[in-house]
């Protein structure tokens, strides 16, 4: 089956030349002329190609009279320069064949408008429509120039598990991972709990949450590295920032601290912004007008943009005077809420925000501890419209500090050995993030619900596909 992409037919001016295209049938509309018009798309990118089939075609009207929405075809033609006004050029059509029918009755694109919820029921197939075309297009583009950006800077690419014993954070948001058979489940018979000697590792395993940890100890070997993978919270939480599963970009650094930190968040931001308007002008601009005005220009704007950096005691001093626009009330000690996050971005700053040393209290117990012993050296990286993007910090790397730490936070530093022994065996300073990717995927498309940038969503009580 060669073919040609349709990009790459829309974008040549060989005419007279002889194309092969495959693709699926968005609409046809017959004239009285005796030409059958096709509007073709093969999802290499957002516009269609215009097909000309004339009536002296053998299956005229046996079947091109009858394409459908959604009908798959292969065009033999001519490039033609095209007399129509919106597209430079058309293929004039010495055979089209059908490759697949399409019951228009049954097909659930067959409709003009359909709603982003009713599209998540047919997530298998809303790759087809022009929004999910466009999402998935950059989405790539974001995920190459991930790559990019860090290869460029000496960065190797990790491979974190997704198998892990370690509980490291939020315990109570991580799915267990089992083959022991739930309805009889082997029990010890001195405690009555649940036997996990008989388990497939012999212990309770999770899908990890982040690939952090493990990182760090290749950051402190090779010395710069970042992971590009999958993970995986459950948390209860149904918002339109939260998967179940989604992927993270962890980048770590060896001698580095939290300034240097930010300098990477901030650099690699704009690298993000930069490639998505470099290389998805037509993507972009579709977005820009029919998912969310004034996108363009914003990423624009962002991706020279000087990113403001402020403390966390600064952040509550300026969100206390504005306490009154909050439903929840902010004072230093407090977690932010997104809505305090976007204030900060959107009506403090107008743009980007690095908050830096949070009470440690509301932080993990790897980050750095703050010589006023009260906070850690932490990083959030805020922006318009999404709040929280970037989470990170410099690490603790004095081993007295940092198990102090793991105690006070009420576990057992024996479970962290390995961790510990960075700290033991040549410890530096080392600081890193992570970003969520569908996060910047959201931003990037404006987006509202964060399940329409993942291909298949994964959040409570959602699973198909
Ligand atoms: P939030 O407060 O928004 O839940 P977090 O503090 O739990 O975020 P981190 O643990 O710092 O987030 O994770 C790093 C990054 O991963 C976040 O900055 C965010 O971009 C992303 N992220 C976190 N949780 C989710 C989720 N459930 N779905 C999608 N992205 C997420
Ligand atoms: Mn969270």
Known sequence: MKHTFIKAVLESRD???????????????????????IELNDGSCYKNLQVVAPAALPNYESEIQRITTGVSLKVRGKLVESPAAGQAVELHAESVEVLGTC???????????????????????????????????????????????????????????????SDC???????????????????DKATGKVDFDRDFFGKPVNLTVSGQLEAETYACALGSVYTFGPTFRAEKSNTTRHLSEFWMIEPEIAFADLQDDAD???????????????????????????????????????????????????????????????????????????????YLAEKVFNGPVIVMNYPKEIKAFYMRQNDDGKTVAAMDVLLPEVGEIIGGSQREERLDRLEERIRECGMDPA???????????????????GLGFERMVRFCTGMANIRDVIPFPRAPREVEF
């Not at 982003?116 to 997530?123: G, S």
């Not at 954070?169 to 029990?187: H, I, K, S």
């Not at 001093?317 to 305090?340: I, V």
């Not at 479970?415 to 033991?424: H, N, P, Q």
């Open 15 to 37: 005419f007279g030349k002889d194309f092969t295209v495959a693709g699926w049938a968005r609409t046809r509309r017959d004239s009285k002329g005796g030409f059958s018009f």
């Open 103 to 165: 019951d228009p009755l049954a097909y659930p694109l067959s409709k003009g408008r359909i709603s982003f919820e009713r599209l998540r029921e047919v997530a298998h197939l809303r790759a087809r429509t022009n929004t999910f075309g466009a999402v998935m297009r950059i989405r790539n583009v974001l995920a190459m120039a991930t790559h990019r950006f860090f290869q460029s800077r000496g960065f190797y690419y990790f491979n974190a598990p997704i198998l892990t014993a």
């Open 169 to 187: 954070e939020g315990a109570g948001e991580m799915f267990q991972v089992t083959t022991l058979d739930m309805n009889r489940l082997p029990t």
């Open 264 to 342: 990477v968040a901030e650099d690699y931001l704009r690298a993000l912004f930069t490639a998505v308007l470099q290389e998805c002008p037509e993507d972009l601009a579709f977005c820009d007008q029919r998912i969310e005005k004034g996108l363009l220009e914003r990423l624009t704007r962002l991706s020279t943009a000087k990113f403001a950096r402020i403390t966390y005691t600064e952040a509550i001093e300026l969100l206390e005077k504005a306490a009154d626009t909050f439903e929840f009330k902010p004072s230093w000690g407090c977690d932010l809420q997104s809505e305090h996050e976007r």
């Open 415 to 433: 479970s962290y050995w390995w961790y510990l022994d960075l700290r033991r065996y040549g410890s530096v300073p080392h600081a890193g993030f």
